[in-house]
DNA sequence: GCATTGCGTCAGTCACGACTTACGGTAAGT
DNA sequence: ACTTACCGTAAGTCGTGACTGACGCAATGC
């Protein structure tokens, strides 16, 4: 289940601030490391999980690792949501109803 | 920021479980300890979790409690979601571009 | 009134994960 | 070749969260 190592992941409030610091444009892990406040090898192991979430990918650049957005990740967590979305709005559609009919029975 | 405990609600297995039990149909705390390996208190700890992160909704029913779906922590988590979405796919968009130029300029 | 059912909470245990320092390894500059 | 920049991993610490058993409370049935 792919799903709930992206929940996994986007659930530590750091690895988000490193998600979206990727997301805003690709960055390397020397970059990321200067923009919050926890050490070098925190991000790198941030940046596993991620990786492993499908939500970021890493390319080679010299000695350098450029880390970007990876959809996969975004699509599978999407995709968990939608399954109760229709749902929920058929539960409030019904409740809707069940009060409309209500409504009219107490007149 | 609501989304980061919608995230880490969803994070865990059993509360995954739990919360798909509940989004299927409004269930009570014991019919939910029931279809699940932990104890009763495990649920009503996860139930917790998941009502403050706004996935469910709990109403009394005599000595009852009858928890159901709540979207408004599906709003969350779609909302924060597709803040990248868009981005991912202008991305995609512009490596997409960058092939088929690569691919014009190699003839 | 008393027992029963259904839940929430408290206290304690235990595993996991987030973090740091230290280390090793690769690629580029001089 | 030597140094420097950049990064991943290993080992160890520490806090947090998932879980259980025990307890207390409110609502229903007899």
Redesign the interface.
């Known amino acids: 289940m792919l799903?709930?190592a992206v929940?996994?992941a986007?659930?530590d409030?750091t690895r988000?601030q490193i998600f979206e610091l990727v997301?805003?444009s690709p960055r390397s892990v020397a970059d990321l490391a200067d923009r919050v406040t926890v050490s070098r090898p925190a991000v790198s192991q941030h940046l596993r999980v991620l990786k492993d979430a499908r939500l970021v990918s890493d390319r080679a650049d010299g000695t350098r690792r450029v880390y970007?957005?990876d959809?996969r990740g975004?699509r599978a967590?999407?995709g968990y949501?939608e399954r109760?979305?229709d749902?929920?709005?058929h539960?409030?559609k019904q409740v809707a109803e069940a009060a409309a009919r209500d409504e009219r029975n107490r007149r």
């Open positions: 799903s709930g929940f996994t986007l659930a409030a988000r997301a805003a970007a957005l959809d975004l967590a999407r949501l109760f979305w749902r929920a709005l539960d409030f």
